[in-house]
Structures are given as structure tokens and as C-alpha cells.
């Protein structure tokens, strides 16, 4: 609704500072950052869904803060998703071997090297 109702400007501004807690905790942005940031964990798969969880929980645990800007925009490959896109892109076995993966490995694996941080979840 902010996004909407702002004013425009010429280049780009910070319209809001976010973060990826609680109520917004499940929150997968595309963003761009640095190598200061987690790196993306390449043992995931876009196919096997919510496999930006695991960086997006790294960055809540680092407290990171998103500076999300009014006039700059993204559409990422294979595009803007419909109903049908999306269901003939379902891959029940890629996504039930992913979610095992996040379950049993990498959260485990992320406790340990991030801790713990109130309003911060992975699942």
C-alpha cells in the first residue's frame, strides 16, 4: 500500500527499510548485495521451492536490513508466474527432496553458525 500510494520521483529513493521478521518472516526478496552477505546455498534448487529460506534466515540472523526502492524493478527468469506456469512447474519429488535437505542439514547447520534471534524462522 506505501508502494502505491507514493509520490513519484526521478532515480531511485529508499521508500522503506525492511527486515525479514515477524510478520513478514517467510518473505523471500530478490535483492542485490554484496559478498559481505551470506552467499545463496547452491546445494538448492528453485525447483525445489523455498530455496531462498535458508540465505533470508542467515540475513534476519545477521539482522539485515532491506533498503527497498520505489522506482527499480525486477522480473526474474521464467518470468511473472500464472496458475498455469506454476502447477506444470511443480516437481513433487525435487521439492520433497529439498525440504529433507533444509530440515535435516542446513538448519542445523545455520544454528550453528548463526544462532538465534527472536522473530527470526526458517520454516
Known amino acids: 500500500k506505501e508502494w502505491l500510494e507514493a509520490k513519484v520521483k526521478p532515480g531511485l529513493n529508499v521508500l522503506h527499510v525492511g527486515k525479514r521478521i515477524k510478520p513478514f518472516q517467510h ?3 530478490i535483492y542485490i548485495g554484496t559478498h559481505q552477505e551470506p552467499l545463496y546455498d547452491e546445494r538448492l534448487s528453485w525447483e525445489g521451492r523455498s530455496d531462498k529460506m535458508a540465505q533470508g534466515f542467515k540475513l534476519c540472523l545477521s539482522n539485515y536490513q532491506f533498503h527497498i526502492l520505489d ?4 522480473i526474474h527468469r521464467p518470468g511473472i508466474k500464472t496458475k498455469k506456469t506454476l502447477h506444470s512447474a511443480i516437481n513433487k519429488k525435487k521439492i520433497e527432496a529439498q525440504n529433507v535437505l533444509l530440515k535435516k542439514t542446513i538448519f542445523p547447520e545455520i544454528k550453528k ?4 534471534r527472536k522473530g527470526c524462522e526458517m520454516f
Not at 113 to 116: I, P, T, V
Request: proline share 9%; charged share 10%; net charge negative.
Open 113 to 116: 553458525l548463526y544462532g538465534a
Open 27 to 29: 518473505w523471500e526478496p
Open 71 to 74: 522506482n527499480a524493478f525486477l
